[in-house]
């Protein structure tokens, strides 16, 4: 009997997302267990290293960082592949994983926090800079495959990646984004969106309340920023 499996994490860590989606394309039973990032419980520091979510406890095991705790989920669980079987093109999508995760997630965090604590556009000039260049490399790079999907007719652990931050940035557009921000600036980008968020996955992996709740979590941490002075 295969060992079960658990995630731990914050309710809103769009990283947690990832790995949900990865499961549910799966069709795997998994629990779900939601911590306080503000009183990390003492079990789970025991079992993250770095203090961070989410963890994937395998049996009794635990796995963090999501980029391998997804692609341990599709070793595991092999039907339907969530990674290309070319070694090449499966170095290529690991590459784009960590482009979302160096480049995507952490402006996207900047801006939202910015845009939630009242910072008009010239005071976050720098951040929306840095992410209008990050959409323009991925509008030049989704659909090379084909299309509908990142790497092509397949949805992969790419898709899965970059699947919340699709959903945050449509959350953010209301937030008063300059046009040119918005995803609609990028047609290929904006196409592959709305594919996103139909997907079932994507969709049944969605907090609950997930616009006004992540609205009030960015308005706490700008308060939190302005508080310590910046």
Not at 5 to 18: A, D, I, N, T
Not at 173 to 190: I, K, N, T
Not at 194 to 218: G, I, M, N, Q, Y
């Amino acid at each position: 009997m295969p060992a079960p499996l658990k995630l731990v994490s914050f309710e809103l860590c769009p990283y947690v997302e990832r790995s949900r989606i990865a499961l549910l394309e799966k069709d795997v039973p998994h629990g779900v267990e939601f911590i306080d990032l503000a009183a990390k419980p003492d079990w789970f520091l025991r079992i993250s290293p770095m203090g961070r979510v989410p963890v994937l406890l395998v049996g009794d095991r635990p796995i963090f960082e999501s980029m391998v705790i997804n692609e341990l989920i599709d070793e595991l669980h092999p039907r339907p592949p969530l990674m290309p079987e070319d070694p090449l093109a499966r170095a290529e999508a690991r590459a784009w994983i960590v482009f979302a995760n160096d480049e995507v997630m952490p402006t996207t965090y900047a801006t939202m926090v910015g845009l939630a604590g009242g910072d008009g556009v010239p005071a976050l000039e720098r951040q929306l800079a840095d992410l209008e260049e990050a959409l323009g490399k991925l509008e030049a790079q989704i659909g090379r495959g084909g299309g509908p999907w990142f790497m092509g007719t397949r949805f992969t652990l790419v898709d899965a990646a970059y699947a919340p931050f699709v959903r945050r940035w449509r959350v953010a557009e209301g937030w008063g984004l300059p046009a040119r921000l918005r995803l609609g600036a990028f047609p290929v980008l904006s196409t592959w969106a709305a594919a996103l968020l139909d997907r079932p996955s994507v969709r049944a992996a969605e907090p609950r309340d997930f616009a006004a709740r992540t609205r009030k979590l960015h308005q706490d941490r700008a308060a939190r920023r302005a508080q310590a002075g910046g």
